[in-house]
């Protein structure tokens, strides 16, 4: 692949790259803010974007009426893998860090999973309950959706397994027979029970599906276990891989796009991770992919031989674009 395109200072190759696309895909950890700290002039890049056919350039008299003077700005979408939060949640956070949002605007691996389940997945009348490893980002995006759910943050799989546990899973009187479906998120209290419980469900024919597969988790300035690690050793157990939800999954990319009616073409999505956010973009044939430098990989990522995917443009941070504001 060719090497990225680097996006700094200059005005005019910002405006023609940002002048390509009506419509930006956002991760957030890693592009918008580490934790709870929201990086410099991300709020404003945002609102420069939102604002952008109403700016003073393109709704000057002498060209209010040419094909420039759209009168809505460019349409801005959080697409994040982080499970354990609802799209209620995500908007809570979005907004307390003054970046301009929607809840509509919220895309997150959980609810991915949830509109997957409803939707798109024909459940026999009797399997149609799901059997959760995740926390309460998944209940609630799966109560949105009508979908009964076991597991998740009930205190009752959040304990030490006993000896009558272990006889009640492999008789089968601890699982429920409406369970369709297996669900792994990120849990925060994964233990024996959980799994060895989910692995039953998985032996007895339910369908395993993942939010998202990520191998860690950055916080700290240092990297946790992440969803795919947790998921991991039910795939091993049960020698079968689970459909994935999120980034870089195409399952997601289609649901996006169901939802935003989305121009592909005229589609950038950006990222700071290259197997899940840029591949997610390069898969799905985006118009463009933007990797910032403010996350998990840097350059020498994709300048190894073994890079999984290359972004198209590269900026050091998000709030470069907003030179042009
Ligand atoms: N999963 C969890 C639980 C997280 O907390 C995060 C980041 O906060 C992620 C995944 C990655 O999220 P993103 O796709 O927004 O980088
Ligand atoms: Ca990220």
């Not at 005019?12 to 790259?17: D, L, M, P, R």
């Not at 697409?79 to 301009?100: A, F, M």
């Not at 009508?146 to 304990?159: V, Y």
């Amino acid at each position: 692949a060719s090497s990225p395109k680097y996006l700094t200072g200059d005005k005019a190759s910002i405006n023609e790259f940002i002048d390509k696309f009506d419509t930006f895909l956002f991760d957030c950890d890693g592009v918008l803010w580490s934790g709870d700290h929201v990086f410099d002039r991300v709020p404003e890049t945002i609102m420069m974007l939102k604002a952008r056919g109403s700016s003073p350039l393109t709704s000057h008299p002498s060209c209010a009426f040419n094909s420039y003077s759209s009168p809505s700005g460019k349409r801005t979408v959080f697409v994040t893998n982080n499970s354990t939060k609802s799209r209620e949640d995500y908007l809570q956070k979005i907004s307390n860090l003054h970046i301009p949002c929607e809840k509509e605007d919220v895309f997150g691996s959980s609810y991915s999973a949830a509109v997957y389940i409803s939707r798109i997945l024909k459940l026999p009348p009797g399997k149609t309950k799901v059997f959760a490893i995740g926390e309460a980002g998944v209940e609630k995006e799966l109560a949105a959706e009508g979908i009964p759910c076991l597991g998740g943050t009930d205190p009752n799989f959040r304990r030490d397994m006993t000896p009558k546990d272990f006889q009640a899973l492999a008789d089968g009187t601890a699982l429920d027979p409406e369970v369709g479906v297996v669900l792994c998120g990120l849990d925060f209290h994964i233990n024996y029970l959980k799994l060895s419980t989910a692995l039953h469900y998985l032996r007895r024919g339910a369908i395993f599906l993942a939010t998202n597969t990520d191998s860690t988790l950055p916080m700290h300035h240092s990297f946790f276990m992440g969803a795919g690690s947790i998921m991991i050793p039910l795939q091993y157990a049960s020698g079968t891989k689970p459909l994935e939800l999120g980034k870089p999954s195409q399952a997601m990319m289609d649901a996006v796009e169901g939802k935003f009616q989305l121009d592909r073409s005229k589609t950038c999505m950006v990222g700071d991770r290259l197997n899940t956010d840029i591949k997610f973009g390069i898969d799905g044939k985006l118009g463009g992919t933007l990797h910032v430098l403010t996350g998990v990989h840097q350059k020498e990522d994709w300048d190894r031989e073994d890079a999984v995917a290359v972004p198209a443009y590269y900026a050091d941070k998000l709030s470069d674009l907003a030179v042009v504001a």
